[in-house]
Each structure stands twice: as structure tokens, then as C-alpha cells.
């Protein structure tokens, strides 16, 4: 796999950084080299979040996103302040419940847009219904992995197992709900 | 001796200042003394929590002129040391670190380059402490300072930190930027036992007319506090006895002695990488994420035909002198690049044939590889202009 770019943003308490560290611990058991970056407001909860992350099958040189090939906006604010950067091709994956892609430009009925093409999960909600609220990311791994095959779910698996040992199972349960959401975009 | 509580070996998802606390516990650091500052801050959070599972121990200082202190008391009581800061604690730990230098005292301090000066921005990168880290304490020195550009690195030369703080008995710098302490990348972890680890030699008795330190030799076992054998550890100019002395042909001793037996080892110490520097016109000089990006450049600039290359000091102190000639003999230009207003470009250009050119980056962000890449791809008449203007 050549060189892919990815950028999660959020709410600090939403888990945006676990996730980043969720994908990069997986995506190293694929077999990939791997390299994050993080930022985050000064606030702990409530400010911005965001995990940067270079995947690659080759030794990586600059390890920070420019182009990011996948975004993951788990709020508006990543929405709105990144999707003027995807390109054409690149996918976007929003929580549906929390992110308005309607005004994006060129976004036709289909969710295609222009350049880049917006998926939606409901991740939170699935959180929510699993009695997990905080589990909304782990739901938005399982709606990546299915997409972009990114890591590969077996290895997603095993990363929330050594992540979660003790909430393993719940945590589980909520990337298979979001790994079964993504199915409709194959 | 198989030590129970360390990182197993195998790969890891780790950043780098998590990396660099659990090297720390390999090379057998069990004293640690701080006070937090981004972006060091958590090296200090998790040896808080790991230090204690080893036997060792964790003090959060008031200060960080205190931490220093600390950590050499606790390395003239026989524990292997390490304190933690960035820009703002380092200058306040400068003073002490003097105080180890004149002493011989075997310690690490992590320093963790964000942008300055002052407070600066403390959550963005920079590289402003470079001359600092030789020159920031009073009086001559010889610093080792070391700059890793990845987490794996971070982790195999806080290692060789420990390892070179022991042999040549002096403070020795980690000098990585906040990009590499914050980044997380994959680390591969071997078995303890395949590490060489540098153990510290002390003297078990003395008699009252035994040399303390033999300044004849570069290396002298330590002589410890608190194990009921006497003597002095002194901050002014010392004689082999550990006595004062106002005396210049005792400060010349002393001097060659401390100065000599970094000098003397320099070949074992300094570190470096080249990459395509084999037939390269342009040579690019750059350490920490900045060599990141040039490696970027040189790949990218070598598809577009360019004859670039990269020379990335590992120690950046003691300075590649000999290694940076010997390029500058055979290349048309140096371009040093770094994330402040120009530093290592002094000590690269006193030591190159060719004409060194500084490409400057403020502080505050990583540079774009395709803007360094353009700019350095236009001057070729610029740069023949210069040539002859040196001549």
C-alpha cells in the first residue's frame, strides 16, 4: 500500500486521539509503518482535538498530513475546517447525527461531491444504544475498516482487545455495528 | 541481571517521549526528578507511574533548577539520573549542569525543543536551542548532545545517553523537538540482555593519599556519597585530591582533563547519517523532524533529476567537523535548513570548503517539503555567482 494520509478531528472527551492510537497500533499489526501526530486545544473537554496519521507500506519520511486521503470529522468544526483540503477522490467519513454536510460545496443528492466523497455513520447513536455513549469512536474504526480496508478488521480487533482488556467486549460490539453501517457504501 | 517491570520486547505503538521514559528504564535509570512542561511533560508522567514498578524513584520538583540539583545528588549516591524539560527549565537548568560538568557527574537531561524564546509557543515545535546545549553553562565545555529525527530513535539513544553519561561521567543532552516527542510511531523493543549497558565504576576504598580523580586518565571510577569513604566534590577549580585551587597551572590540568576526554573519544562519540550524498552538488544539512523533510526533498528533488543529498548529524554535539569537510570538498554548495534564524549553519560554514547558504524556518511549524523544494531548485546562477565571489 502506497502512502495514505488520514486526519481525525473532534470534541476533546469524543476519543479522537484513541482512535488515532486504535488505527496506528492496528495498522502496524498489517504489517505498516506508521506515524501520528496530535494537537488539541488547551481545554481538556470541549475544545478541538485532532490525530494525524501517515500509513504506509514503505519507511516513511515526512511524517505529517498535508493531503489527507481519509477524514474523519466527528464534529462540525472538523468538517467544516478540513474539507476545503480533501482532494478529488479522497472519502470522507462524518457522524452523521453530529456533522451537517449539506452546504459542502457541490455536495449533489448522491453525497458525492466535487472532489471528495462524504459517508455518513451514526456513530454516537450507536454508542448510545449500546448503553456505551463513549464508545462512538470505536464505532467510526469499524465504519473506516469496512470502507477503506484500513486497517484490516482482524487487526482492528486485536488493537481494541490489548486497548480495552477489560471493556473489550462492548468495545467490540460498537465497531462491528459501525463496521456493518459502512456496508452500504461498498 | 534480568530486570523484572520493563517494556517487553516486540513492536510497539508508542510516542516518543513514552519511548524515551521506558529506554530510560532499560539503560537503568532509577532516579528521576522533574517539573513538567510541555511537550516533555510526559516523559515525567509515565516514569511517575513506572519508575516505582523497578525499584527506582520519582520526585516532581518545585523547580527546575531544583530537578538539576536533584538528579545530581542522586547520581553522586550512585543511582543512574535523568530529568526532563524544555526551552524555559533548560535555562534555568544551566547553572547545575556546570556544577555536573565540573564535577564529573553522570546524568541525563532531556531537552525538548519547542518554539522560543522565553515561553514561546509551548505546544509547537522548534530547534532554537542548538548552541545551548554547548554553550548555555559558563566556562569552556565539551557538550554531547543528541538529536533523534523518529520514536525508534528516541528510544535507542536515550540508551546511548545513559551509556555515554557513564563512560565520560558528565551531563549529557537529549535534544530531540516537540514533534518527535509527541509523534507515536513503531518501535521495535529487543531482549534486555541485547542491549549493552554501560555499568557505573566506583571506588569501594581510599586511602588519605589516593588520587580522587587521576587526571592522567580519561576515565576514573566515581568515588560515592554516603558509603562512609571521604572526600570532596567541589565546584571550583579542583586539584586530582578534590581540593580547591586557585592556582592556573591546576585550572589548565583540571581543563584538559575534562575537555580532553571528549575531545580524545570524539570518533567514538559523534554520530551521522548521510543519504545520496555519493555524487550530490547540493548537500542539504538538517537533524530532528527537519531532516524528515529534507529526506522528503532529496527523494523528491533526485526524481526531478536534482543532485541533492542530506547529511543528518545525530550528535549534534561534538560537531561532524571532519565529516562536514570532507563533503564540503566535493559538493558546490551547503544548504543548512533548521526551525530557528540560523544556528548549526554557524558551525557548519567554519567548518566547509564550500559556500554555506541558511534556509531558516520560524519556529511554530514543520516545513512544506515542496516549498523547500522549489526554492532550493531556482538559484543555479545565484549560486555560481557566489562560487567565484569566494574564490
Redesign the interface.
Given at each position: 500500500m502506497k502512502r495514505k494520509e488520514f486526519r481525525i478531528y473532534g470534541s476533546g472527551g469524543q476519543g479522537v486521539i484513541t482512535l488515532g492510537h486504535l488505527i496506528g497500533s492496528a495498522a502496524l499489526l498489517d504489517g505498516c509503518e506508521v506515524a501520528m501526530t496530535e494537537e488539541y486545544s488547551p481545554q481538556i473537554t470541549g475544545g478541538w482535538s485532532s490525530a494525524d496519521l501517515v500509513i504506509s507500506d514503505e519507511e516513511i519520511d515526512y511524517p505529517l498530513v498535508r493531503n489527507p486521503d481519509y477524514l474523519l470529522a466527528l464534529n462540525q468544526e472538523g468538517f467544516d475546517s478540513n474539507i476545503a483540503r480533501m482532494r478529488k477522490g479522497s472519502a470522507v467519513l462524518v457522524d452523521s447525527e453530529l456533522v451537517d454536510s449539506s452546504d459542502a460545496p457541490g455536495n449533489g443528492k448522491s453525497g458525492e461531491m466535487s472532489h471528495a466523497i462524504i459517508m455518513g455513520v451514526s456513530a454516537r447513536k450507536i454508542a448510545v444504544s449500546l448503553g456505551t455513549p463513549n464508545s462512538g469512536n470505536v464505532a467510526m474504526f469499524g465504519f473506516l475498516s469496512r470502507i477503506s480496508g484500513i486497517p484490516t478488521k482482524k487487526s482492528c480487533m486485536e488493537s481494541i482487545k490489548k486497548r480495552f482488556p477489560k471493556r473489550a467486549e462492548e468495545n467490540v460490539k460498537a465497531f462491528e455495528k459501525g463496521y456493518d453501517a459502512g456496508g452500504k457504501f461498498e | 541481571m534480568i530486570v523484572k517491570g520493563l517494556i517487553d520486547p516486540g513492536?510497539h505503538?508508542i510516542s516518543g517521549n513514552f519511548a524515551c521514559a521506558e529506554a530510560a528504564l532499560i539503560a537503568g535509570c532509577r532516579f528521576y526528578a522533574g517539573y513538567p512542561i510541555t511537550p516533555s511533560s510526559e516523559i515525567l508522567e509515565r516514569l511517575s507511574s513506572r519508575l516505582p514498578m523497578v525499584g527506582g524513584h520519582f520526585v516532581e520538583m518545585e523547580d527546575e533548577i531544583g530537578s538539576m540539583a536533584a538528579i545530581l545528588g542522586a547520581a553522586n549516591a550512585g543511582l543512574k539520573s535523568m530529568t526532563a524539560t524544555s526551552g524555559p527549565g533548560f535555562s534555568l537548568m544551566q547553572e547545575n549542569i556546570g556544577l555536573g560538568m565540573i564535577t564529573e557527574t553522570p546524568c541525563v537531561v532531556v531537552n525538548e525543543m519547542r518554539s522560543g524564546p522565553s515561553t514561546g509557543i509551548p505546544?509547537r515545535v522548534g530547534q532554537g536551542d542548538i548552541m545551548q546545549a554547548h554553550w548555555g553553562t559558563h566556562g569552556d565545555v565539551e557538550s554531547i548532545s543528541y538529536c533523534p529525527n523518529s520514536v525508534q530513535e528516541m528510544f535507542d539513544l536515550t540508551i546511548t545517553a545513559f551509556n555515554s553519561a557513564e563512560k565520560y561521567r558528565q551531563p549529557v543532552i537529549m535534544l530531540p523537538d516537540q514533534?518527535i516527542g509527541?509523534?507515536?510511531?513503531?518501535i521495535v523493543v529487543k531482549q534486555p540482555w541485547e542491549y549493552e549497558i554501560v555499568p557505573r565504576l566506583t571506588i569501594s576504598s581510599r586511602k588519605a593519599d589516593d588520587k580522587l580523580v587521576d587526571f592522567s586518565t580519561d576515565f576514573s571510577p566515581m568515588f560515592l556519597a554516603g558509603t562512609g569513604i571521604r572526600g570532596n566534590f567541589e565546584s571550583l577549580t579542583h586539584d586530582e585530591m578534590g581540593y580547591p585551587s586557585n592556582s592556573s597551572a591546576v585550572e589548565a590540568k583540571m581543563m584538559n582533563h575534562l575537555l580532553g576526554k571528549i575531545r580524545d573519544h570524539r570518533d567514538s562519540i559523534v554520530e551521522f547519517e548521510k543519504y545520496e550524498t555519493d555524487d550530490a552538488e547540493t548537500l542539504l544539512v538538517a537533524y530532528g523532524?527537519t531532516s524528515?523533510?529534507m529526506?522528503?526533498v532529496v527523494?523528491e528533488g533526485r526524481n526531478k533529476g536534482l543532485k541533492i543529498g542530506l547529511f543528518r548529524p545525530i550528535t549534534i554535539w561534538p560537531f561532524p567537523d571532519r565529516e562536514i569537510r570532507k563533503l564540503s570538498k566535493r559538493v558546490q554548495r551547503i544548504i543548512v535548513t533548521e526551525i530557528n534564524y540560523g544556528q548549526y549553519s554557524h558551525s557548519v560554514r567554519e567548518n566547509s570548503d564550500a559556500p554555506v547558504e541558511e534556509m531558516h524556518f520560524p519556529p511554530g511549524a514543520?516545513p512544506?517539503?515542496d516549498t523547500v523544494l522549489k526554492s532550493i531548485s531556482k538559484p543555479a546562477k545565484q549560486e555560481k555567482h557566489r562560487r567565484e565571489k569566494g574564490k
Open positions: - | 513492536k505503538f505546544t514533534v509527541h509523534m507515536s510511531e513503531k523532524v524528515r523533510v529526506e522528503r527523494r514543520v512544506d517539503p
